[in-house]
């Protein structure tokens, strides 16, 4: 039973333009979410991150929005740039316990076209 | 330079032979983990640890085993009984207890069983 699902596994977007990747869940119980992006044969870096307190947040080009009644989180790259070509993963934990254990979803190959 | 270390980057083993990967840190985390991918899916969790001597098992820890005798090394066996070993191997730490807070990851091991 996958707790985080990244229902589409590729997207293409085009250079300047918005890219949009998605990420859905079903454990009530996470509260703290984060996107990875990975590059092949890499580890996943961090990317950016929201707190279940928060509906959104930004870190330059990028915009994490969290909805919690409908259980959905996005990650908005504006403007694309052919560099953020990678898979993206969304992640999710819960606060009880001391080590976090991440829940990932699949992961979403974005291509950006020059 | 603080971060992860994995090592090798590439491993080939016959089947049937135990094989230890490496995992190496230098940023004071007390929590570690080990996570899997295989294609098409997302990281899942094998084992984790949050202090010294103490593990958990994970999501997928049969036919693996790991042990944690220094804060910095958390070294992962994959045994003869893990029955589809061949997969890329990522190992992570974090802060212990730390709320909201990522997890890093090193660059990842790729095991070939053949």
């Known amino acids: 039973d996958q707790q985080v699902k990244q229902n589409s596994p590729s997207l293409s977007v085009q250079e300047g333009r918005i890219s949009i990747l998605n990420c859905d869940y079903t454990?009530?119980?996470?509260?703290?979410f984060l996107w990875y992006k990975k590059y092949p044969a890499e580890g996943p870096t961090f990317l950016i991150s929201?707190?279940?307190?928060?509906d959104k947040n930004e870190d330059g080009r990028f915009t994490v929005f969290l909805n919690k009644s409908a259980k959905h989180l996005s990650l908005h790259i504006v403007p694309s740039q052919p560099g953020d070509s990678a898979v993206y993963f969304c992640?999710?934990?819960?606060?009880?316990?001391?080590?976090?254990?991440?829940?990932f979803g699949s992961g979403t190959q974005l291509t950006v076209l020059p | 330079d603080g971060g992860i270390t994995q090592s090798p980057k590439y491993l080939f083993r016959k089947e049937g032979q135990n094989v230890t990967l490496s995992c190496e840190q230098n940023?004071?985390?007390?929590?570690m983990y080990w996570y899997r991918q295989d294609p098409g899916q997302g990281l899942r969790l094998i084992y984790y640890?949050?202090?010294?001597?103490?593990?958990q098992k994970g999501d997928i820890a049969e036919g693996y085993s790991v042990s944690r005798e220094k804060k910095e090394s958390f070294p992962l066996t994959v045994t003869s009984a893990q029955k589809n070993p061949t997969a890329f191997y990522l190992c992570?730490?974090?802060?212990?207890?730390?709320?909201?807070?990522?997890?890093?990851f090193g660059q990842g091991t790729r095991l070939t069983v053949v």
């Open positions: 940023l004071n985390h007390d929590a």
């Open positions: 992570a730490s974090s802060i212990q207890g730390g709320a909201n807070t990522e997890a890093f």
């Open positions: 640890s949050q202090i010294v001597n103490d593990f």
């Open positions: 929201i707190s279940s307190i928060k």
């Open positions: 454990n009530s119980m996470f509260d703290y």
């Open positions: 992640a999710a934990s819960v606060s009880s316990g001391s080590a976090r254990q991440l829940t």
